[in-house]
Protein backbone atom coordinates (compact mmCIF):
# COMPACT_ATOMS: atom_id res chain seq x y z
CA UNK A 1 0.00 0.00 0.00
CA UNK A 2 1.62 3.45 -1.10
CA UNK A 3 0.73 6.74 0.45
CA UNK A 4 -0.89 9.63 -1.54
CA UNK A 5 0.91 13.11 -2.33
CA UNK A 6 -1.89 15.06 -1.71
CA UNK A 7 -0.94 18.81 -3.69
CA UNK A 8 -1.52 21.81 -1.21
CA UNK A 9 -3.53 25.23 -2.18
CA UNK A 10 -0.32 28.27 -2.51
CA UNK A 11 0.23 29.37 1.09
CA UNK A 12 2.89 31.23 2.62
CA UNK A 13 5.17 29.87 5.62
CA UNK A 14 6.96 32.25 7.49
CA UNK A 15 9.41 30.77 9.67
CA UNK A 16 11.38 32.97 12.95
CA UNK A 17 14.88 31.45 12.96
CA UNK A 18 15.10 30.69 9.14
CA UNK A 19 18.83 30.97 9.20
CA UNK A 20 18.87 28.83 12.28
CA UNK A 21 20.21 25.37 12.94
CA UNK A 22 16.69 23.77 12.86
CA UNK A 23 16.10 25.19 9.79
CA UNK A 24 19.20 24.13 8.16
CA UNK A 25 19.00 20.63 9.76
CA UNK A 26 15.19 19.96 9.43
CA UNK A 27 12.50 22.54 7.75
CA UNK A 28 14.59 23.33 4.48
CA UNK A 29 14.93 19.48 3.60
CA UNK A 30 11.94 18.72 4.75
CA UNK A 31 10.04 21.38 2.51
CA UNK A 32 12.73 20.71 -0.29
CA UNK A 33 11.36 16.68 -0.10
CA UNK A 34 7.59 18.27 -0.28
CA UNK A 35 9.13 19.62 -3.82
CA UNK A 36 10.10 16.51 -4.92
CA UNK A 37 6.87 14.71 -4.35
CA UNK A 38 5.01 17.26 -5.76
CA UNK A 39 3.28 18.45 -3.12
CA UNK A 40 3.86 22.56 -4.06
CA UNK A 41 2.55 24.29 -6.44
CA UNK A 42 4.68 26.39 -9.31
CA UNK A 43 6.37 29.16 -7.80
CA UNK A 44 5.36 31.83 -9.50
CA UNK A 45 4.94 35.71 -8.60
CA UNK A 46 1.53 35.09 -6.93
CA UNK A 47 2.94 32.17 -4.82
CA UNK A 48 5.91 32.42 -1.99
CA UNK A 49 7.84 30.59 0.49
CA UNK A 50 8.87 33.72 2.96
CA UNK A 51 11.62 32.93 5.17
CA UNK A 52 11.81 35.77 7.91
CA UNK A 53 14.94 35.24 10.13
CA UNK A 54 15.56 37.31 13.58
CA UNK A 55 19.10 37.90 12.46
CA UNK A 56 20.45 39.58 9.34
CA UNK A 57 23.91 37.96 8.93
CA UNK A 58 23.34 34.96 6.23
CA UNK A 59 22.11 35.11 2.75
CA UNK A 60 18.65 32.79 2.36
CA UNK A 61 19.66 31.15 -1.16
CA UNK A 62 23.46 30.37 -0.17
CA UNK A 63 22.17 29.18 3.42
CA UNK A 64 19.29 26.88 1.27
CA UNK A 65 21.77 25.71 -0.62
CA UNK A 66 24.49 25.08 1.83
CA UNK A 67 21.86 23.53 3.83
CA UNK A 68 20.63 20.75 1.39
CA UNK A 69 23.97 19.87 0.33
CA UNK A 70 25.21 18.89 3.70
CA UNK A 71 21.98 17.51 4.58
CA UNK A 72 20.06 15.86 1.86
CA UNK A 73 20.71 12.52 1.31
CA UNK A 74 22.74 11.02 -1.51
CA UNK A 75 21.23 11.30 -4.91
CA UNK A 76 18.50 13.63 -3.52
CA UNK A 77 20.07 17.11 -4.09
CA UNK A 78 19.04 18.38 -7.83
CA UNK A 79 20.31 21.54 -9.08
CA UNK A 80 17.05 22.30 -11.08
CA UNK A 81 14.81 21.57 -8.37
CA UNK A 82 17.13 23.27 -5.67
CA UNK A 83 16.88 26.12 -7.95
CA UNK A 84 13.05 25.81 -8.10
CA UNK A 85 13.12 25.67 -4.21
CA UNK A 86 15.60 28.33 -3.60
CA UNK A 87 13.09 31.04 -6.13
CA UNK A 88 10.23 30.18 -3.36
CA UNK A 89 12.44 31.67 -0.30
CA UNK A 90 12.32 35.36 0.49
CA UNK A 91 14.41 36.20 3.53
CA UNK A 92 13.22 39.61 5.47
CA UNK A 93 15.34 40.27 8.85
CA UNK A 94 12.85 41.30 11.87
CA UNK A 95 13.27 42.33 15.37
CA UNK A 96 11.68 40.49 17.81
CA UNK A 97 11.62 42.72 20.37
CA UNK A 98 11.30 46.00 17.90
CA UNK A 99 9.68 46.93 15.01
CA UNK A 100 12.80 46.78 12.93
CA UNK A 101 11.95 44.78 9.47
CA UNK A 102 8.05 44.48 10.01
CA UNK A 103 6.38 46.73 7.59
CA UNK A 104 8.32 44.98 5.30
CA UNK A 105 7.47 41.24 6.33
CA UNK A 106 3.67 42.72 6.17
CA UNK A 107 3.89 44.42 2.82
CA UNK A 108 5.27 40.95 1.18
CA UNK A 109 2.63 39.04 3.05
CA UNK A 110 -0.16 41.10 2.34
CA UNK A 111 0.54 39.82 -1.83
CA UNK A 112 -1.80 36.96 -0.84
CA UNK A 113 -4.26 37.67 1.89
CA UNK A 114 -6.22 34.90 0.85
CA UNK A 115 -3.83 32.15 0.86
CA UNK A 116 -3.62 30.08 4.43
CA UNK A 117 -0.50 31.53 6.45
CA UNK A 118 1.45 29.74 8.31
CA UNK A 119 4.09 31.51 10.93
CA UNK A 120 6.40 29.01 12.28
CA UNK A 121 8.59 29.98 15.18
CA UNK A 122 12.16 28.05 15.10
CA UNK A 123 13.58 30.36 17.58
CA UNK A 124 14.58 30.45 21.46
CA UNK A 125 11.43 30.16 23.72
CA UNK A 126 11.77 33.05 25.66
CA UNK A 127 10.72 35.01 22.56
CA UNK A 128 7.73 32.90 21.51
CA UNK A 129 5.29 35.44 23.64
CA UNK A 130 7.39 38.71 21.66
CA UNK A 131 7.20 37.49 18.32
CA UNK A 132 3.64 36.33 19.29
CA UNK A 133 2.82 39.91 19.99
CA UNK A 134 4.23 41.28 17.40
CA UNK A 135 2.84 39.45 14.92
CA UNK A 136 -0.62 41.11 16.02
CA UNK A 137 0.23 44.59 16.33
CA UNK A 138 1.50 44.56 13.02
CA UNK A 139 -1.70 43.21 12.10
CA UNK A 140 -0.46 39.69 10.29
CA UNK A 141 -3.29 37.30 11.52
CA UNK A 142 -5.71 36.27 9.26
CA UNK A 143 -8.83 33.45 9.55
CA UNK A 144 -6.53 31.26 7.88
CA UNK A 145 -3.32 31.73 10.13
CA UNK A 146 -1.35 28.88 12.04
CA UNK A 147 1.30 29.36 14.30
CA UNK A 148 3.48 26.52 15.15
CA UNK A 149 5.60 26.32 18.37
CA UNK A 150 8.79 24.22 18.93
CA UNK A 151 9.17 22.75 22.25
CA UNK A 152 10.53 22.97 24.91
CA UNK A 153 7.50 24.85 25.55
CA UNK A 154 9.33 26.49 28.89
CA UNK A 155 11.10 25.01 31.81
CA UNK A 156 8.75 23.71 33.81
CA UNK A 157 5.08 23.76 34.44
CA UNK A 158 5.11 27.40 35.17
CA UNK A 159 6.87 28.97 32.52
CA UNK A 160 4.55 26.73 30.19
CA UNK A 161 1.59 28.37 30.92
CA UNK A 162 2.89 31.58 31.16
CA UNK A 163 3.93 31.30 27.06
CA UNK A 164 0.83 29.34 26.42
CA UNK A 165 -0.56 32.08 27.93
CA UNK A 166 0.72 34.58 26.32
CA UNK A 167 0.49 33.26 22.94
CA UNK A 168 -3.28 32.39 23.50
CA UNK A 169 -3.80 36.18 23.97
CA UNK A 170 -3.04 36.78 20.45
CA UNK A 171 -3.70 33.29 18.71
CA UNK A 172 -7.25 31.18 18.99
CA UNK A 173 -6.42 27.75 20.41
CA UNK A 174 -7.42 26.16 17.03
CA UNK A 175 -4.78 27.98 15.76
CA UNK A 176 -1.99 26.95 17.83
CA UNK A 177 -0.06 23.44 16.72
CA UNK A 178 2.35 22.82 19.52
CA UNK A 179 4.99 19.87 17.59
CA UNK A 180 7.78 17.97 18.58
CA UNK A 181 9.48 16.83 14.94
CA UNK A 182 11.66 14.12 17.14
CA UNK A 183 8.67 12.76 18.01
CA UNK A 184 8.33 11.67 14.08
CA UNK A 185 11.66 9.79 14.08
CA UNK A 186 11.35 5.76 13.46
CA UNK A 187 12.79 4.79 16.88
CA UNK A 188 9.78 6.77 18.66
CA UNK A 189 7.42 5.43 16.48
CA UNK A 190 8.49 2.45 16.55
CA UNK A 191 7.33 2.50 20.40
CA UNK A 192 4.15 3.06 20.04
CA UNK A 193 3.63 -0.06 17.37
CA UNK A 194 5.59 -2.27 20.62
CA UNK A 195 3.58 -0.89 23.07
CA UNK A 196 -0.05 -1.38 21.51
CA UNK A 197 0.05 -3.48 18.67
CA UNK A 198 2.00 -6.28 20.67
CA UNK A 199 -0.21 -8.79 21.89
CA UNK A 200 2.94 -10.03 23.74
CA UNK A 201 4.17 -7.15 25.31
CA UNK A 202 0.84 -5.02 25.41
CA UNK A 203 -0.45 -6.89 28.76
CA UNK A 204 2.98 -6.62 30.46
CA UNK A 205 4.16 -3.19 29.64
CA UNK A 206 2.96 -1.30 33.16
CA UNK A 207 4.52 -0.78 36.34
CA UNK A 208 3.88 -4.24 37.63
CA UNK A 209 6.15 -5.82 35.30
CA UNK A 210 8.82 -2.33 34.19
CA UNK A 211 11.43 -1.71 37.00
CA UNK A 212 12.70 1.56 34.90
CA UNK A 213 13.63 2.31 31.44
CA UNK A 214 16.87 3.56 30.63
CA UNK A 215 17.35 5.21 27.20
CA UNK A 216 20.92 6.09 25.37
CA UNK A 217 20.65 9.16 23.42
CA UNK A 218 23.78 8.73 20.77
CA UNK A 219 24.43 12.44 19.53
CA UNK A 220 27.18 12.78 16.77
CA UNK A 221 26.82 16.72 16.74
CA UNK A 222 28.01 18.89 19.38
CA UNK A 223 26.62 21.98 20.34
CA UNK A 224 28.26 23.90 17.91
CA UNK A 225 27.32 27.45 17.78
CA UNK A 226 24.21 26.12 19.94
CA UNK A 227 25.37 26.88 23.47
CA UNK A 228 23.93 29.85 24.15
CA UNK A 229 20.64 28.01 23.50
CA UNK A 230 21.20 24.64 25.43
CA UNK A 231 22.63 26.57 28.40
CA UNK A 232 18.63 27.16 29.05
CA UNK A 233 17.02 25.05 27.48
CA UNK A 234 18.91 21.50 28.23
CA UNK A 235 20.16 19.04 26.20
CA UNK A 236 17.89 16.29 28.10
CA UNK A 237 14.95 18.64 27.58
CA UNK A 238 15.27 19.28 24.28
CA UNK A 239 16.39 15.58 22.73
CA UNK A 240 16.59 13.27 25.90
CA UNK A 241 12.70 12.97 27.05
CA UNK A 242 10.54 12.69 23.53
CA UNK A 243 10.61 8.72 24.46
CA UNK A 244 8.90 8.79 27.64
CA UNK A 245 5.56 9.82 26.36
CA UNK A 246 4.95 6.64 24.12
CA UNK A 247 6.59 4.51 26.41
CA UNK A 248 4.57 5.40 29.39
CA UNK A 249 1.21 5.96 27.74
CA UNK A 250 -1.41 4.03 29.28
CA UNK A 251 -3.82 1.74 26.73
CA UNK A 252 -7.37 3.65 26.44
CA UNK A 253 -9.49 0.42 26.34
CA UNK A 254 -12.96 1.05 24.30
CA UNK A 255 -12.63 4.61 24.46
CA UNK A 256 -13.25 6.70 21.15
CA UNK A 257 -10.54 8.22 18.87
CA UNK A 258 -8.19 10.81 21.14
CA UNK A 259 -9.66 14.08 20.37
CA UNK A 260 -7.57 16.10 18.09
CA UNK A 261 -6.96 19.45 20.04
CA UNK A 262 -7.24 18.45 23.09
CA UNK A 263 -4.32 15.92 22.42
CA UNK A 264 -2.71 19.30 20.42
CA UNK A 265 -3.43 21.68 23.94
CA UNK A 266 -1.67 18.21 25.94
Keep these: MSSQIIPVEPFDYV ?5 GDLAERKLLPALYHRQLDGQL ?5 HYRRVSAACS ?3 STCKFAT ?6 LKAGEYDDAQVKTFTDRLFYVPVDAKSDGGWDQLKTLLDEGKDRVRAFYL ?3 PAIFGDISEKIHDHKLITKTTRIVVEKPIGRDLAS ?3 LNDTIGRVFKEEQIFRIDHYLGKETVQNLM ?3 FANTLYEPLWNSSYIDHIQ ?3 AESVGLESRAGYYDKAGALLRHGAEPYPPASLPCRHGSAAVDERGSRAR
Design 41 to 45: SDPTP
Design 160 to 162: ALE
Design 66 to 71: DALKEH
Design 122 to 124: AVA
Design 215 to 217: ITV
Design 56 to 58: ATK
Design 15 to 19: VFGGT
Design 193 to 195: ALR
